[in-house]
């Protein structure tokens, strides 16, 4: 019969486990497509299994043990088994091309090629969430999705940042071992003598296919409960399942999912929220969240040069919690400028920082509005300086269209000069992620006297890249060298904002120039919580000593704050959609309010409270300590949990509606 002469061709470790008199026209009865969903899944389960069991060891100074990990690691098993379920099923189209039953040779070969390709794959997903949460402190989420998109800036920092090609060799040979392990356990032999009957395979197909089907629309992530420790809920989820949620959730319906106040209530009460005495609004409409913001006086136009700093923590920062002298001239110009000391960014990446900082909006849910395919023609930071005949550009050290950057910023009033636009010579030294901050710093001067000698004012929105991972920077003056990790890029990155102000100063455009120092987000996000407000505290400087006499502002606010607080600072009448106020306005209350937000939480965080809206028209209500980052349950916020619906709400809708269009 094929089955025995298959099995007589097998080593004798493999005939002991699977004996040749064993294999008969009934044993084969089960097909090998089926035999093949069961190996693979068993496999997936297996090293995901053996991955949170790593990454329990990696956060076991953060979880909840007891009845909190328990629970966690029973939705773990559930979301496992799901997770292996779709694993599976390429097997439902690979099985097809597994050769007849009579080509031993074959056959046995084909198998032994899938089941490597499957365990490498599976181990390489193990490895991947191992760095992924050293990193982050989560399972794959919309990060990982970018990753995966944005290929070439990813793998040149993966490159940069671990030893490569020590990781795909250990892959291989790991792959090579569980395919051998397999074989000698008789796994394999026992997949390929299943029989190949045309109706039973079919039977089989269908059968998996809707099982997948059922799987893909009927489970969700969201169904996890909530875990006082969100260490212990992120342990809780499967990686390749999470990446997959990820991918497919990347913009959430905020009227379909979230809380919702009914009519107008929401757009009446930010109404009332933004209109002031300098603020009046645009027209009687209730939805009408345009203010004509009108100031007396001579407006001044002055340059203003926007620098997002890379990762940029409060806590780098002596005026924060560092003891190490990480940011001396940053600590300096603090002193010396306007100095925001509690404001707070709006999310996690890089793109809701520019979001905030240009469109001064509540983040929306899922990807910031610069993935969005409607993220162009919009009322911006860049916008009102165009107006008024400034030369407006967004200079980066490297591709700017990474993240959707170029689209959003040059479909929005900006010039785009990002480093394919650089003249050869100008990077000294670079990373995947773009040249080092002194070369960018060194391309900022260049534009301004660029601007400058054309006659005409200017507005640049800088980004960094240095105080990133792979943490490279070229030798400097700096005690910390490069390689040394995350203090030593911190050190640089000052070290290159101290000497670009330095350079700044001998340049005949310095007297008429603001500059505006914020963070993009924290290093580190990840906390025990549901949303750490710790993680989200950022430094935020505005600094020309000719201009802006020192002073520090302590109240709570927003990323979204800062640049309508600079327009009041020169002194600017214009119409405005924005939901930052000027902090600074004598005729204004001050907000006391500041908005936090990962791609599914929508936080409102007041002086002691937090409010965190979640999918389901789920919310939570805490008493919040901000120094500890310690939440509190509380039954009752007063109107805090209305304003944190109407606000994000409303910014929704003005979105999806077209009112945040020019």
Known sequence: M????????MSMPVSAVLPVQTVSPAACRSTSLLRGIWV???????????????????????????APLMAGLAWGVFFDAVAAVFVAGPWLVLGWFLPP???????????????????GALLFGGVAEWFFWDEFQVRFNFIAVDYLVWTQEVWGNINQSYPMPAIWSGLALLSAAVVVGLERLGVLPWMVAGSDALGRRLLGWLAGA??????????????????ANQFNRELAKNGMFSFGAAFWEMEIDYDRFYRTLPGDEAFVRVRQKLVTPAASSAGPDPRELRRVITREGEEKRWNVIVVCMESLSWDFMARGRDKNNLTPNLDRISREGLYFSNIYATGTRTVRGMEALTLSVPPTPGQAILYRPQSTGLVTLGSLFGERGYDCAFIYGGKGGFDYMNRFFGGNGYRVVDKPTWEKGEVSFETSWGACDEDLFRKVSSEGERAAAAGRPFHHFVMTTSNHRPFQFPDSEVRLKSDTGRHGAVLYADHAVGRFLEEARARPWFERTLFVFCADHCASSAGKTELDARRYRIPAIVWNPGLVPPREYAGLCSQIDLMPTVLGLMNWSYTTRFFGQDLLDPGT???????????????????????????????????????TGDLAPVPDLGPWLDDAAAYYQAASWLFKSGGLSR
Not at 41 to 61: I, M, N, P
Not at 590 to 613: C, D, H, M, T, W
Request: net charge positive; proline share 5%.
């Open 2 to 9: 094929p089955g025995v002469a298959y099995a007589q061709t």
């Open 40 to 66: 693979w899944a068993g496999l997936a389960l297996a090293v995901s299994t053996l991955v949170r069991l790593a990454l329990l060891v990696q956060a076991r100074g953060d979880v909840s043990w007891g």
């Open 101 to 119: 039953r009579g080509w031993a040779w074959g056959r046995r070969w084909f198998v032994r090629g899938v089941a490597f390709v499957y365990a």
């Open 210 to 227: 809707a099982l997948i089907a059922a799987l893909a629309l009927g489970v969700r992530q969201a169904w996890l409960p909530a875990f």
């Open 589 to 627: 209350a001050k907000p006391e309010r500041a908005f936090i937000s990962n791609y599914q939480k929508l936080g409102l965080l007041g002086p002691k409270e937090l409010v965190i809206l979640k999918p389901r028209q789920e919310y939570s209500l805490y008493s919040a300590d901000l120094k």
